[in-house]
């Protein structure tokens, strides 16, 4: 029975200090003047899967979970032996096109003296004919070799022709590997956080099975959910405020970003069952990028909080809302 009453009083305690503390956090919330209104939420950020266009051997992972990446920093590199033998019989493909495009300019060369030479003979041939000097038989000998050369030149600028497309296509195909080779070294597209790494050298992937995710902290967020009489207030650019479970006694400046044009019910991590009930629109407040930049290394996501938003431009903000967060709280 003892026990019992122990534990019971143990859940009120934390029942009790619980309330404490969402009421700091909220900031008196419930207390909030006309004009603004409040969410719960957590920080969120979006998240970018690395992975390589082609299946193959991931030869090095650079990233380490937890790490900090900029934009441009290689984070894993692929095996690429196979591609460098596929790049160098392309080049030799391409040298072997040039060679062959060569070699049919000069056989064009050599038609085209040719066809100059049965030109002339059919003139006199021609001439002779009239004078009744040769015979009709040496005529047509004279005019089917004009028309043999003739023939024979054009077949040979096809092949210079079809000479010129193979070299196009060799190319094409040097380029495309080594457009593979570079796509080979997976780059960070944007300054984030390392959140996972899910593969690791000798390891073979999938085309386009990820090898590390990345968090992006370019778009730091928090979603909240509102019912639509509030929700249809807001414009997209309202000011807004974050208050950290963290960091209850600041406020960290957001500003709304999206307003879901659906309603939907809330989700199922809202506490009761009424709450669940209702159709709500969820609301994004996003914390302006400088200042992201400006603390990227003390960007975490996952933090739990609060968003108050200002819905009347008018309305001036309560005092407890005007403490940012000091710099020298990160130094």
Known sequence: MKKNLRVFLALVALVIAGALGYSVISKNGDQLPDGFVQGNGRIEAEQVEIAPTLAGRVDRVMAVEGGMVSAGDT??????????????????????????????????VQRQSELRRAGQELERATALLTGQNISETVFEERETIHQVAVAVLGAAKARVATAESRIAAAEAEARRIEAQ????????????????????PGEVVGAGDPILTLLSLENVYMEVFLPAREAGLLPIGAEARIVLDA??????????????????????QVETLEEREQLVFRVRVRIPEDLVQSRIEHVKTGLRGIAVIQIDPNSAWPEALKQGIPPELFE
């Open 181 to 200: 080779i570079e796509d080979s070294i997976l780059l960070a597209p944007m300054p984030g956080r390392v959140l996972y790494r899910l593969a690791e």
């Open 247 to 268: 960091l209850p006694d600041y406020s960290v400046p957001a500003y709304v970003s999206f307003v879901s044009p659906e309603a939907q019910f809330t989700p199922k």
């Open 75 to 108: 984070l894993a590199a692929m095996d690429i032996d196979e591609l460098s033998a596929a790049l160098d019989r392309a080049t030799a493909e391409v040298a072997l096109a040039h060679q062959t495009k060569a070699e049919a300019e000069a056989l064009v």
